[in-house]
């Protein structure tokens, strides 16, 4: 098994424990229940895209590509609709839970292409 899930999951653990300090803490006013639940999706929707990802570097290039991109749509696609939800029901919250969903995107997004790219070059 790849190594991938666990750092995927202490990973989230970690933003996990971050988070809830930060926000217990220093940014209790800011704190909306939906962070968790934000975090375990994009950590669950990371998992999946490499997973699909991951299964197709093993074949040509041309696989790869129509993977990585396939993945990376739907994944947007995905987020997307999370977060249209969670904004269509609670409209009050939307810069606070826009700016936190970004930064684990971002935070998840740099360690999928930093994991793809370490087992592409174990693969060489």
Do not use: H
Not at 45 to 66: A, H, P
Not at 106 to 111: A, K, R, T
């Amino acid at each position: 098994m790849d190594k991938f899930y666990l750092r995927l999951l202490i990973l989230t653990l970690t933003l996990a424990a971050i988070i809830a300090a930060v926000f217990l803490t220093v940014l209790q006013q800011f704190y909306l229940s939906i962070f968790p639940f934000a975090l375990g999706f994009v950590a669950l929707i990371t998992g999946l895209v490499y997973w699909l990802v991951s299964r197709s570097m093993d074949k040509k290039f041309v696989r790869f590509s129509n993977a990585f991109l396939s993945a990376t749509t739907l994944k947007l696609f995905a987020f997307l609709i999370f977060i249209g939800i969670y904004l269509f029901l609670r409209r009050e919250n939307a810069f606070i839970f826009t700016t936190f969903f970004f930064c684990i995107y971002i935070v998840f997004s740099v360690f999928e292409i930093k994991q793809l790219l370490l087992r592409n070059k174990k693969k060489k």
